[in-house]
């Protein structure tokens, strides 16, 4: 019997914060079924965030979950950090932007826990 029905990669780590990170609507591909974009398909007209815009961006939502996080139970502050695009591979610093994810984590591996996620 199913109780209820939620979101986790790993049913025994549910998140109880989920960032969706739009990082780029550039893309290489031109996928049917894709609906970004308020006309659908993607923005290939838009540029890529900056590097500097994109690890502001990472602080500034390190900065809100800490926040927030201070007010869940601690078997319950486990974030979800999805990036996606367009084609989030396509940024021309992704490389450099999940490693700034990951090492601009550390001042809160003891305070939640994070799950880094790059949708393509």
Not at 91 to 113: F, G, M, N, S, T
């Amino acid at each position: 019997m199913i109780h209820s029905i939620g979101f986790a990669l790993d049913p025994a780590n549910v998140p109880s914060f989920l960032l969706d990170w739009e990082i780029t609507k550039l893309c290489n591909l031109d996928c049917s079924y894709c609906s970004t974009g308020l006309e659908g398909g993607h923005d290939n007209t838009t540029q890529h965030p900056s590097l500097q815009d994109c690890l502001r961006t990472i602080d500034f939502m390190y900065e809100y979950v800490d926040l927030y996080m201070q007010h869940k139970k601690p078997n319950q502050r486990k974030v979800n950090l999805n990036i996606y695009g367009g084609e989030s591979l396509f940024h021309p610093d992704i490389v450099e932007i999940l490693q700034a994810c990951r090492d601009r984590y550390e001042p809160y591996r003891h305070k939640w826990y994070l799950t880094l996620c790059c949708t393509t």
